[in-house]
């Protein structure tokens, strides 16, 4: 029995022009395949021969009692040169601290770290957003152009109260925000 397509035309002919083809198709195919093993492994090279540019480590094991992430240290601090940094963790299911304090207008650079598992966040719809990974300090600066409140979800699945790990973000005018700001204090919009 033959095994040859047969067609209007017939005979080897009709053969030849399928098995053509089928190796136009196999070319196209491997070179498909190719391209995509060549983009993985030049990914792979460019990704290993550049790391990220810096690496800041903290001890999870001691956060919570020394060094920067202390509970006094936490919230928004403006140094001496007027700098604003927003220090904060994050935990299964809460940001410390849960409402946090920002100037409009002015650069503000985050610096957060998680304790327990991975989590992130992001506030509002601005680019403010990071990765908070335990044992590692993430840092970022940006400014807010708009006053007013905006909500911080955490955008990393850490667990089953994930989606109740809220904090929020209150944008104040430059001017409000460093009349309250007080050399050494750690301000943020937690009700007392
Ligand atoms: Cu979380």
Not at 101 to 110: G, I, N
Request: charged share 15%; with cysteine.
């Amino acid at each position: 029995m033959s095994t040859a397509i047969e067609s209007p035309a017939g005979g080897p002919e009709s053969e030849a022009v399928s098995i053509a083809a089928e190796r136009r198709w196999t070319i196209v195919v491997v070179a498909i395949v190719a391209l995509l093993v060549l983009m993985m492994i030049v990914t792979g090279l460019h990704w290993a021969s550049m790391p990220p540019s810096r690496v800041e480590t903290v001890d999870v094991k001691t956060v919570h009692v020394r060094g920067e992430f202390v509970e006094s240290n936490l919230g928004t601090a403006v140094a001496s040169d007027g700098k604003v940094t927003v220090r904060l963790i994050a935990q299964q299911y809460s940001f410390v601290p849960q409402c946090i304090v920002v100037p409009a207008d002015l650069p503000v650079t985050f610096r957060g770290t998680a304790t327990d598992a991975i989590h992130g966040f992001i506030v509002g719809r601005t680019n403010a957003n990071t990765m908070l990974i335990p044992g590692f300090v993430s840092t970022f600066t940006t400014s807010f152009h708009a006053t007013g409140e905006l909500l911080m979800p955490c955008h990393e699945y850490c667990g089953t109260g994930h989606e109740a790990m809220w904090g929020r973000v209150q944008v104040l005018p430059a001017d409000e925000f460093l009349a309250k700001a007080r050399a050494g204090e750690r301000l943020s919009c937690v009700p007392r």
